[in-house]
């Protein structure tokens, strides 16, 4: 069924600001994860004060990581020459590898910083992950970027913002769609895996996204400014780490290298014992 997008990127306007879907789907994306973490955290009687300071980091680390990785790994030659351009983030320009890469390291620095167990973190973490990604990428379909290649198939969109007049994949719908069945597939297991090993879902989460956006590069439009001199894109290849990384997390999980998730105990509560494998 073909579509034709005539979306305006713009939500609504006050007077001359102008909030677009973008905005909103990221920062909705993260409000609606700070209430399931929220949960989470209840959950497992850690303090809700510390929620509130690591989601602050998050959201830096997610923009500030994503800012740069699309500056380093896509135009590169560009933002080098230009490096004051790297600052106008409001002219987009974002990518979901440097994101990872960045989250990751915020978590890293907040665990040791607070004393918390970075694996049993990271699994609750990844659920509300997943359903931001889902709405960024239908973000990304409001703005009419990151598309896909031309098809006469009867699944595509004609983005008119774009100046054209053919069909392309709705590389961002069908992202959005492997994202947001993750998301489900987590929560499920989240709540009904009890016995589960630390690091499953964290090692799942980062496989199976990447793994997801592999595959979609091949019907998406090269986003570097330059090419790999293959038949891989620059996207797969900063996919390819991520998935192995992934498999190897879910392997040592399985053989309980990172302990338990059953314990709801935080590192610092001494008044209370937890098993060796989870320091």
């Known amino acids: 069924m073909l579509f034709v997008s005539t979306v305006n990127p713009i939500a609504f306007s006050i007077g001359p600001l102008e ?7 990221f920062s909705g994306g993260f409000i609606i994860g700070y209430f399931i973490m929220q949960m989470m955290f209840r959950h497992r009687h850690w303090k809700s004060d510390d929620l509130d300071r690591m989601l602050v980091c998050m959201f830096l680390g997610t923009v500030i990581g994503a ?3 699309h500056c380093l790994f896509y135009e590169p030659d560009y933002f080098l020459s230009h490096p004051l351009e790297i600052l106008k983030i409001w002219k987009g ?3 979901s590898h440097g994101g990872a890469a960045g989250v990751l390291i915020i978590m890293a620095w907040f665990c040791h910083h607070y004393r918390y167990n970075f694996m049993m973190l990271a699994d609750m973490m990844v659920v509300p992950t997943a359903l931001v990604c889902a709405l960024i990428r239908v973000g990304n379909f409001m703005n009419s970027e990151i598309v896909g290649i031309p098809t006469n198939g009867s699944f595509g969109v004609v983005f008119t913002a774009l100046g054209e007049d053919f069909p392309r994949y709705p590389a961002q719908l069908f992202e959005a769609a492997c994202y947001f069945t993750i998301f489900i597939l987590l929560s499920l ?3 009904f895996w009890r016995k589960r090993n630390s ?3 964290f090692g799942l989460f980062v496989f199976s996204v990447f793994l997801s956006r592999f595959l979609i590069e091949y019907i998406k439009v090269e986003q570097a ?6 038949s891989l894109t620059v996207g797969q290849y900063l996919s390819v ?3 192995i990384a992934g498999l190897a997390i879910m392997l040592l999980a399985h053989k309980g290298r990172f302990g338990k998730s059953a ?11 937890t098993d060796k494998k989870d320091k």
């Open 19 to 25: 909030i677009r879907w973008y905005g909103l789907l």
């Open 67 to 69: 800012r740069l990785g």
């Open 93 to 95: 320009g974002l990518a």
């Open 189 to 191: 297991l989240f709540v």
């Open 199 to 201: 690091g499953m879902l």
């Open 225 to 230: 400014d330059y090419l790999t001199g293959s």
């Open 241 to 243: 780490p991520f998935i």
């Open 263 to 273: 314990c709801p105990v935080k590192l610092s509560d001494t008044s209370q014992t």
